[in-house]
Structures are given as structure tokens and as C-alpha cells.
């Protein structure tokens, strides 16, 4: 999990999810607002959109396909409040690896 930036400013952002990998993986995020929104399952190499309302706090974001979360597929994303502004793209990205 690598997502291009660990620290964003509050905002929507579409979070573009590309799966390097060479099984499947998805995308979950849970946090403030926000309940284990998830992308589809992406097939290797595949791409998915998740758009999400981020607010300030820590966001956890992971893997649900099968065990992958315990196997590492598991990572954090903070949203300040004090932050540059969010860039009118409010772009972002984060590719899946691994098994
Ligand atoms: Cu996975």
C-alpha cells in the first residue's frame, strides 16, 4: 500500500487505486465520516475511483480482499486541519502490491 501523499487537507477527494500486484486487491477506507467505503476488486494491473469526504483525522486504509490486511496491506492517511488547501484536482493516488 502507497499511497502518493500521507498527509492531505479536508476535502473530497477521488483517490485514483491501481493494482500493481498480481492477485486481486481493493481498496477499503474507514475514519471520521466515512465507513468502510471500498472499491470494487481490481484485477491486476486494473485501476478503480473511490471518492471520499475527508475530514480532519486519521483515516485507516487497506486491503478487505481475504487476509491481506493481517498481511500488511494496511496503512494510515492524516487529514489536518492547518494544511495546505486542497489542489483544485484533489487528485490522489495509491497503488496496491504485493502477493
Ligand atoms: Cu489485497
Known amino acids: 500500500m502507497a499511497p502518493s501523499k500521507t498527509e492531505v ?5 477521488t483517490l485514483l487505486v491501481e493494482n500493481a500486484g498480481a492477485v486481486a486487491h481493493s481498496l ?5 465520516g466515512v465507513s468502510a467505503a471500498h472499491t470494487p476488486t ?7 475511483q473511490l471518492t471520499v ?13 481475504d487476509d491481506h490486511r493481517a498481511l500488511g496491506m494496511d496503512t494510515h492517511l ?15 493516488t495509491a497503488s496496491t502490491s504485493g502477493r
Not at 492547518?82 to 483544485?88: E, M, R, S
Open 9 to 13: 487537507a479536508p476535502g473530497t477527494y
Open 28 to 32: 477499503a477506507v474507514s475514519g471520521p
Open 42 to 48: 481490481i484485477s491486476p494491473g486494473g485501476r478503480a
Open 53 to 65: 469526504t475527508l475530514q480532519t483525522g486519521t483515516y485507516d486504509l487497506w486491503c478487505p480482499i
Open 78 to 92: 492524516k487529514v489536518g486541519g492547518g494544511g495546505a488547501a486542497a489542489p483544485a484536482s484533489n487528485g490522489a
